[in-house]
């Protein structure tokens, strides 16, 4: 069956810093992949997503490429900011409208001054 | 446009209890889903709606929960006699029938605890 796999669990770096959080999926079928972040008490928001391989897709200074070949998507990021400190969940879908999301279990980053 | 509107946003109930979550998608969405988030975890579907109809319930433990969407639009999880491993947050997404990328929108969830 499909699924997602977040290897850290906690990340804690000093403000500054690059930002690597890992991602690798399993599936037989063509996929969208996803990064959501989830801020204490609110909701998880889209960060990220594609589905084209070896592209580059970046938003709000976060930046990933999926990688078919080696079933990665892992999330970047040059310099880490405080405001950066939340829940990151890599997910994947089959795509097309209604279809569900597999989420990781996550990935705790804890930006420090 | 509005967001995902869930309610309540807490509860915290006495083991055998039972609660029902409510959820408003998205104006114009047609799928509706329901994930449980136990503490330090990942997002689990629970189930998923297209419209007023079930397309998957299989990870929705049938003797305690139930879940309906009766005119396509708002939807009600309801949870009876409830335990302690049911405490998590639980939270409603919608997308729309237009788009191919899968993209889910999330309403900030109803935190349970059962004690």
């Known amino acids: 069956g499909d699924s997602v796999t977040q290897t850290e669990g906690l990340v804690t770096l000093t403000e500054g810093l690059p930002v690597m959080l890992n991602c690798t999926y399993q599936?037989?079928?063509?996929?969208?992949l996803f990064w959501y972040v989830q801020h204490l008490n609110e909701a998880p928001k889209l960060l990220l997503k594609s589905s084209t391989d070896n592209k580059r897709t970046e938003h709000q200074g976060f930046h990933a490429t999926l990688h078919k070949s080696s079933s990665s998507f892992h999330l970047q990021k040059s310099s880490a900011q405080l405001s950066d400190s939340a829940l990151y969940y890599c997910?994947?879908?089959?795509?097309?409208?209604?279809?569900?999301?597999?989420f990781g279990t996550g990935t705790l980053l804890s930006v420090k001054p | 446009e509005a967001g995902v509107t869930q309610s309540p946003r807490y509860a915290v109930l006495q083991e055998g209890q039972a609660v029902s979550f409510w959820c408003d998608p998205i104006s114009g969405h047609d799928t509706l889903y329901w994930y449980q988030q136990p503490r330090d975890q990942g997002p689990q579907l629970l189930v998923y709606f297209r419209d007023e109809a079930v397309i998957d319930n299989s990870q929705l433990p049938s003797d305690r929960f139930s879940a309906v969407r009766p005119k396509g639009t708002n939807s009600t999880l309801k949870i009876q006699s409830a335990k302690q491993g049911d405490t998590a947050t639980y939270l409603c997404?919608?997308?729309?029938?237009?788009?191919?990328?899968?993209?889910?929108?999330f309403g900030e969830g109803s935190k349970l605890t059962v004690l």
């Open positions: 997910a994947l879908s089959h795509g097309g409208s209604g279809n569900k999301l597999i």
């Open positions: 599936t037989a079928y063509s996929t969208f």
């Open positions: 997404a919608s997308s729309p029938l237009t788009g191919d990328t899968g993209q889910l929108y």
